[in-house]
């Protein structure tokens, strides 16, 4: 089955500063990439995510990368401010029945003003 | 707006009880999800259900059972909780979209602790 592997586990920037996570999927059939973002004490809510036919996606300050060949995708974050201080949890799927997605362990972010 | 809404923030259990956590979402999303969240080990998926009465395991089922009676509401059982099942429990809804996967909306979380 699918195996995602995330990295950093932990990554401190300073505010204003560029974050970058990074995860590798085991399964070319793998077409679909969200990334989630849980912010202390709250649900995970999707941030950005992209599918197999795209190999960049950017929303303002967030944007996505994806290399299928390589079986790597990453995100990255701009000008980074204190509230992006949360958990990142990035995450693929398959086109099978329901969607199942199988999540990275998660890298805490912290934003350091 | 989705809303996915469970039924317990915090459920305190003794060894050996049986455990029901339920779940609702009001968007008639097809799709459902359980899942719990350890540190250091992301999500992982216990069961899913892509329609009424359907249910399919997901990563780590062992101990657990799930019941989905109707579409809204998804039901995770703990048939004998065991302290190794202390964690926090999310269930997330989604829609089969006609590209395939789309985006699991998440419930606020229940945190069991077994004692």
Not at chain 1, 4 to 17: I, K, R, Y
Not at chain 1, 41 to 62: C, Y
Request: proline share 3%; hydrophobic share 30%.
């Amino acid at each position: 089955g699918e195996n995602v592997e995330q990295h950093p586990s932990t990554l401190s920037v300073q505010e204003g500063d560029s974050a970058v996570i990074k995860c590798t999927y085991s399964d070319s059939a793998s077409n679909y990439f969200p990334w989630y973002k849980q912010e202390l004490g709250k649900r995970p809510q999707l941030i950005i995510d992209i599918r197999s036919n795209v190999g960049e996606k950017k929303d303002q300050r967030i944007a996505v990368t994806l290399n299928k060949t390589a079986k790597h995708f990453s995100l990255h974050i701009t000008e980074t401010q204190p509230e992006d201080s949360a958990v990142y949890f990035c995450a693929a799927s398959t086109s099978e029945y329901g969607n199942k997605l199988v999540f990275g362990a998660g890298t805490i972010l912290r934003v350091k003003s | 707006d989705v809303k996915v809404t469970q039924s317990s923030r915090y459920l305190v259990k003794r060894t050996g009880e049986k455990v029901f956590l339920e779940c609702v979402q009001d968007m008639d999303h097809e799709n459902m999800f359980w899942y719990r969240q350890d540190p250091g080990l992301g999500l992982r998926l216990i069961y899913f259900s892509y329609d009424v009465k359907m249910k399919e395991k997901g990563d780590i089922p062992e101990g657990y059972s799930v019941s989905r009676e109707k579409k809204e509401r998804f039901s995770l059982i703990l048939e004998s909780a065991s302290t190794n099942q202390t964690s926090m429990y999310l269930c997330a809804s989604s829609l089969w979209g006609e590209t395939g996967a789309d985006t699991q909306y998440f419930g606020p979380g229940t945190r069991l602790t077994v004692l």
